[in-house]
């Protein structure tokens, strides 16, 4: 049973990150699910309740959000989000060694790079809608998800590292 809750794991992992490239918000729950399953299976360092507890109160915060409508991007601008959660993986990798912290500021400073990024195309000065409102409703699922992937990652590591 544990090695089907770790492939579990992974698998759910690797869908959140590249749902975070289509469907932020679905990201963040399968990211979720994935960190607990990897922890159910063993095969990683315990991990404290209250940052469990942490973690799910932000998935519920950005489902949330997604069901009030917070986080459409407009038509037209889909490609914004390719450069959103594209920066929040490469600000997580940068991150991944200096912990949790180092993860999520490191993710949230990638994602709003990526966003200013995507302002500098030509899609991106022809846009009409704000910046900041494109880079909030993909940046803070992708931030979200990137972090929960990096800590599994780091979950992982410390148990068999």
């Known amino acids: 049973m544990a090695t089907f809750l770790l492939i579990v794991s992974v698998l759910l992992l690797s869908v959140g990150m590249v749902e975070s490239f289509r469907h932020p918000s679905a990201a963040a729950v399968t990211a979720y699910a994935g960190l607990v399953a990897l ?37 037209g601008y889909p490609v914004a989000r390719y450069y959103v959660a594209g920066g929040a993986l490469v600000g997580m990798i940068a991150g991944l060694t200096l912990g949790q912290s180092g993860m999520i500021i490191g993710s949230s400073i990638g994602a709003i790079l990526g966003g200013l990024a995507w302002n500098r195309t030509p899609s991106g000065r022809t846009s009409t809608e704000k910046i900041w409102t494109i880079i909030l409703s993909t940046g803070l699922p992708a931030v979200v998800t990137m972090t929960l992937t990096g800590k599994a990652l780091i979950q992982l590591m410390i148990r068999n590292g």
Do not use: E, H, K
């Open 39 to 75: 922890l159910y299976s063993g095969y990683s360092a315990p991990l404290d309740q209250r940052t469990l507890l942490f973690w799910a109160i932000a998935v519920i915060i950005i489902c949330g959000i997604s069901m009030a409508g917070g986080d459409r991007i407009p038509n």
